[in-house]
């Protein structure tokens, strides 16, 4: 039995919460990213010289904004977030932990990220949200968020 319902999670810019209804404002929903990088830079970056499994970190500041409910179970939420290059290999996993609040069903998560770690390809970034009910289940899949990363030689 799931312990706990996944509704929505998306990347935005940043999430404001209104005091007076709790509702969020999310800003710049992202889908996309273009990163500029200077020709000489690109180049020497897809040298043959080059470690292929050389990262590229981009500082690129978003929030990864998720929204829950709790199906009677008063515990922590133990999530996991795995960010994926366009080949499938993981680049970066997070394992923030979350609580309901004993007065509320609804949990709503934001995680600031303060950059980015890539590999050298333009493509389709990946990041996988999965949970898990107790620390000896495996975790599971709740939801995905594309985010499309093109290198801009200038």
């Not at 998306?10 to 200077?38: H, R, W």
Request: net charge neutral; glycine share 4%; proline share 3%.
């Amino acid at each position: 039995m799931n312990h706990f319902t996944h509704r929505f999670s998306l990347i935005c810019e940043k999430g404001i919460i209104d005091s007076g209804t709790n509702n969020i404002s999310l800003i710049n929903i992202m889908e996309e990213l273009s990163v500029a990088v200077k020709k000489s830079d690109y180049q020497q970056l897809n040298s043959k010289d080059v470690d292929k499994e050389e990262f590229v970190d981009i500082p690129f500041f978003f929030e990864i904004v998720s929204f829950w409910e709790n199906n009677g179970h008063k515990e922590k939420l133990d999530v996991r977030i795995d960010l994926l290059a366009p080949s499938g290999k993981v680049l970066n996993q997070f394992y923030p932990k979350f609580k309901f609040d004993s007065q509320n069903d609804k949990l709503r998560t934001t995680i600031k990220v303060n950059g980015v770690k890539i590999n050298k390809e333009s493509g389709v970034y990946n990041y996988i949200i999965l949970y898990r009910n107790k620390e000896s289940e495996k975790y599971k899949i709740v939801a995905t968020i594309p985010l499309v990363i093109n290198f801009k030689v200038e």
